[in-house]
Structures are given as C-alpha cells and as structure tokens.
C-alpha cells in the first residue's frame, strides 16, 4: 500500500515488483511462482480509516477471484492487523497474527536473512563473517529495517542510522548509534551499507558517490536498472542481490503453508542459508567473470527453465 503519482507508476513498480519476487522464490528454491500486488491510495493525509478499510477489503476480493493462484501477505504499507481485514474476504492470505493460524509478522524473518547476508558478505570481503566493530549504515528503519539495526548493534558493529522520519532518531540514541540523512548515508565512509527504505537507490548519480566495500539490505529494486550492478562491480562494490537478502519473509511463509504445519525453528534454520545462497552466487559470479546480479539471474532463469519443462516418465 502506498502514494502513487498515477496508475501508470503503480503499475511499473507492481511489474517490477512481481519480477523479482519471481526471482526471489526461485533463487530461495522454493515452490512458488512470483506474485506482487499494490494499493494504490492518495496523497499522505487523505486516506481515511474508513476508505483505508474499504481498499482492503476490494483488494481481498481480487485475491479472492484468483482462487489460490495468488496468496498475499504483509509487505510495505500493511501490517498484520491489514492481513486481518483482507482475511475476511479471501482465505489465500498469510502472515496472520498467531492467535488467527499464522506467523504473524514477517519482518523478524527477513532481518534474520539480511544479518546472514551482511554476514557473508563481510567474510568475502574482509575475511571474517564477525560484525564486531565493523562500521554498517542502515537506511530505512521500518519494521525490517528497525529490526536490523538491533541485530547488528547486538553483534558489536558501529552503527550510522537514516531515516526521511526524523523521529526514528530515537532509535539511534538507544542503540548508541549516530544518526545522518539519507542522502549523506549513500556516501557515508563505511563498511556496510543497508538499505532497507523504497528502492532504486542506486543509479549513474549515485553510485560515483559510494564509499562503501559491501551493499546488503533488504529494499526491493535496490539499483534503477541491472547495468547498475556492473558499475558497482567496476567501483569494487559487492553488491548482494536484493532479491537473495530480502527472501527471509518468504521462506517464513513458505514454512506457514506446510502441510506438516509451521515450525519457527525450521523457518530460522532455512533464512540462515541465504548467506549459503550468495556464497553460492559469488562462486559462480567469479568463475564466469561476471557480477552478482548476473549470477543470481542466471540461477533464478536456471530453475524457472526446469520448473516450466515437464518431467518424462
């Protein structure tokens, strides 16, 4: 759910959205196609509870009509209690709070991949998987991002936060961290850089900017376009794939349609092996001498190829 200028930017940013999810549940091997849907509402200020309501419930009954072939879930704008309100018009919904069947909020589980991808990139780079004293900027400090500052200050790295809400600020002053804008977070002389807002961060303006080694967040279509990732690589910039980091939600979700029912303990243990995964990629990305991105893409085309071809008996 969010501000659109108009339908047709909503409907480049669902297109874009529901090709890396595509992406996403096919590098993560899981047994899902990729899906995205988006709610278009008006200007910050203008969207009243009642029409707030109102747009969940239509956007249940679309769910609805697609009877299984599309299974929603929290994502950027909606929460649980969202998930709640869709709940009444259609079944295919996950990220349910616990009490209702589900694993409520997702984004516990996808700060839990983000951490295993920063940390696998920090062994590739510097040697060492440890975040003790390792200087990490987070941009973005919603409900992911929020929860990654947490897990990083918790394992000893010195933070730099950001937000456009300046009132996240608070966060940094209990985490001990220091606080920057945005704008000065992408040329922030860092380690890590995680960018956990909006996507499209990265471009020909801001990429000559970067003074960091690693780029790992959770943000979806993190670089304007894929010739990005190769400017990155050209600056020396390990740049994770955002639609390898920010699986985490949907592995959770995976575990929460099981037949054998959800397992949290499961659940943990498969986000843990995102870090595997872009072990997995980076090997390949050298080997070809090519970039992350590439690499990533060609695994994700890979199992989509195979999934499409039928089996013969």
Known sequence: ??????????????????????????????????????IMVPAAGVLTRER???????????????????????????????????????????????????????????????????????ERIFGSSSLTRRRICVIGLGHVGSKVAKRCARAGAKLLLADVDRAKRSLADQLGARWTTPGRALAADVDVLVPCALGGLFDDDSVPRLRCRVIAGAANNQLANDHIGDLLAARGV????????????????????????????????????????????????????TTPLAAAMELARARLSAASTPEVA
């Open 238 to 289: 390990l740049w994770a794939p955002d639609f390898v980091v920010n699986a985490g939600g949907i592995i959770n979700i995976v575990e929460e349609l099981s037949d054998a029912g959800y397992d949290s303990g499961s659940a943990r243990r498969r986000v843990r092996g995102i870090g595997d995964t872009l072990n997995e990629i980076f090997d390949h990305a050298d080997s070809l001498g």
């Open 52 to 122: 707030r309501h109102a747009a969940l419930l239509d956007f249940g009954d679309t769910v609805q009509a697609l009877a299984g072939r599309y299974i929603t879930a929290e994502d950027v704008g909606t929460s649980t209690r969202d998930m709640g309100v869709i709940a009444e018009r259609t079944r295919h919904v996950a990220g349910l709070p616990r009490a209702r069947g589900g694993s409520g909020d997702p984004s516990a589980f996808t700060a839990l991949g983000v951490e295993s991808a920063i940390r696998a990139c920090c």
């Open 1 to 38: 759910m969010w501000v659109y200028e108009d339908s047709p930017a909503a409907l480049r940013d669902v297109l874009r959205l529901s090709r890396a999810m595509t992406f996403k549940a096919a590098v993560a091997n899981l047994p899902l196609g990729g899906g995205k849907g988006v």
